[in-house]
């Protein structure tokens, strides 16, 4: 269950990068 967890935040996490790199969500 951490393991899922981990992999979670670090898709969020990617997702908040790419978003903050297209500027298309300001």
């Not at 790199?21 to 298309?24: N, R, S, V």
């Given at each position: 269950m951490k393991a899922l967890v981990?992999?979670?935040r670090?898709?969020?996490y990617n997702v908040?990068?790419?978003v903050k790199?297209?500027?298309?969500d300001v």
């Open positions: 981990a992999v979670k670090v898709v969020d908040k990068v790419r790199a297209d500027g298309t």
